[in-house]
């Protein structure tokens, strides 16, 4: 079946602007994450969601980043006022119901780029 | 201290060669282990699972040492196919959702 998706693939923005990144879950998984990796870096946890459930947002950077995730399935992160330091790789995944001790199944991520 | 550390390596190993990466965590409540692999420019795949009793995979091999708090993956018969980063993941005990990514370590096998 159908993996994870994330558009888009690349972003490209001028500092200062919005942007929004989507992700499209496996079909059926109830728990959706995001997070962020930077160069040589390591995955950074920025959000978790997991069916009708308050999201656990402990990991977002700080207040120009959300998300949200409609319906269950689709989710949005945006962040506002895009600043250099929040050029990174950002990556989506899912699981099935959202234990500790599942497979997280990645999508492609979004290469963010600001200027 | 991180709460999962690893040596970035590179590990640079011949083909057919046995090569391990240790990876150390914090917290001792952690109760999830994980190796995740990423190729470059690639999203992370788990590559498997690490079991109290230790596990293998066919070349692949985890092991928990609990009194320690490390996690070990010894790959044998190195193949070219194996150059990646392989990330450690460990469970947030503060957390019921949540898990932990190494900086990861970097594999090259050359020929």
């Known amino acids: 079946g159908a993996g994870v998706s994330q558009s888009p693939s690349n972003k490209v923005t001028e500092k200062g602007k919005d942007v929004e990144l989507r992700c499209d879950p496996i079909?059926?998984?109830?728990?959706l994450y995001w997070y962020r990796q930077s160069l040589g870096q390591g995955l950074e946890f920025l959000i978790y969601?997991?069916?009708?459930?308050?999201?656990?947002k402990s990991g977002l950077p700080s207040d120009r980043f959300s998300a949200e995730r409609t319906g269950g399935s689709v989710s949005t992160l945006t962040i506002q006022r895009t600043q250099q330091e929040d050029s990174a790789v950002y990556l989506c995944?899912?699981?099935?119901?959202?234990?500790?001790?599942?497979?997280?199944?990645f999508g492609p991520g979004t290469r963010l780029l600001v200027l | 201290r991180k709460e999962v550390e690893q040596d970035p390596g590179p590990f640079n190993v011949p083909e057919g060669a046995t090569v391990a990466f240790n990876c150390t965590y914090s917290?001792?409540?952690?109760?999830?282990f994980f190796w995740y692999r990423q190729d470059c420019r690639k999203e992370p795949k788990l590559l498997m699972s690490?079991?109290?009793s230790g596990n293998e995979d066919g070349r692949f091999t985890a092991q928990l040492n609990r009194a320690s708090q490390y996690i070990s993956l010894l790959i044998r018969d190195s193949k070219l196919s194996d150059s990646a980063t392989y990330l450690c993941?460990?469970?947030?005990?503060?957390?019921?959702?949540?898990?932990?990514f190494g900086s990861g370590t970097r594999l090259s096998i050359r020929p």
């Open positions: 995944a899912s699981s099935l119901v959202g234990g500790t001790w599942e497979t997280q199944y």
């Open positions: 079909s059926g998984h109830t728990a």
């Open positions: 969601f997991q069916g009708n459930s308050a999201p656990d």
């Open positions: 917290n001792s409540a952690s109760q999830s």
């Open positions: 690490v079991y109290s």
């Open positions: 993941v460990v469970n947030s005990p503060s957390s019921a959702s949540k898990i932990i």
